[in-house]
């Protein structure tokens, strides 16, 4: 690594520090360029370099004659980069989220090794269905790691005015920054099937997620069944010439 890509990966490492310690939250602008090339003893090019890859990873935003902000985790922000269920005619639209049931456990080994808990941690266990179109379409089975989300109750899950991940940081302060997903086809057991409306040992996406906060700590693990018969996921590689 040449010394102009360690400046630029020591800036963006530090411009990453400050927003995983809140110094910049969500929606707030931060320094300018010229002042952040100050503060750090670096060119203006280089800081420009590091916000523009958080830019690219979806934790910037640029808005010309205003500044860069943090990205606030909207719902059309959720829509573009989180949500990737698109019906036949491939357009998109937020889920109508119903939770059934929220409870307090310990983590199982497979959980614990996802977001790298002890074994037999603490975790929130979640399952929510989601319909599109007015049909159930989506259910989620999610697992959070309890110290991070104290508060969190069915009462707050249902009252929220945004999405989960927009609850996470306007309540908990926690900003998903990105997520790796693993998708295979299943059969849909007997609840599954009543639940999404489909027949026992109907074929299901079943995509398994792990989001991650700032400094890659994993902060929500799911497995997601999809009814594909009128829906499918759409993934989008590499970026407009």
């Known amino acids: 690594m040449n010394q102009r890509d360690s400046l630029y ?16 939250k969500h929606g707030q602008k931060i320094a300018s360029e010229p002042q952040l090339a100050e503060r750090f003893g670096v060119s203006v090019g280089t ?4 916000i523009g890859e958080l830019e690219a990873e979806n934790i910037l935003v640029r808005e010309q004659g205003r500044g860069t902000f943090v990205v606030s985790h909207t719902r059309d922000y959720m829509l573009n980069v989180f949500f990737r269920i698109v019906d036949a005619d491939g357009q998109k639209e937020l889920p109508t ?29 979640i399952e929510a269905l989601l319909s599109l179109k007015g049909r159930p379409t989506i259910l989620d089975r999610i697992r959070l790691p309890a110290h ?13 005015s945004g999405t989960i991940y927009g609850l996470f940081q306007d309540r908990f302060g926690i900003t998903v920054v990105r997520a790796e997903e693993l998708i295979t086809a299943v059969a849909a057991g007997e609840r599954e099937a009543g639940l999404l409306g489909v027949a026992q040992g109907a074929p299901l996406l079943r995509i398994q997620r792990v989001a991650y906060t700032y400094k890659d700590v994993a902060v929500d693990a799911r497995v997601r069944l999809v009814n594909s018969s009128q829906h499918a996921y759409a993934s989008v590689l590499g970026s407009r010439a």
């Open 148 to 160: 991070l989300f104290r508060e969190l109750g069915d009462h707050l899950f249902k009252r929220r």
């Open 9 to 24: 990966r020591d800036v963006k490492q530090q411009i990453t520090e400050a927003l995983r310690s809140g110094k910049w």
């Open 97 to 125: 989220v119903s939770l059934l049931s929220m409870k307090r456990g310990r983590a199982d080994r497979s959980t614990a090794g996802l977001l790298k808990l002890t074994p037999r941690a603490p975790v929130i266990d």
């Open 47 to 50: 800081v420009r370099r590091a």
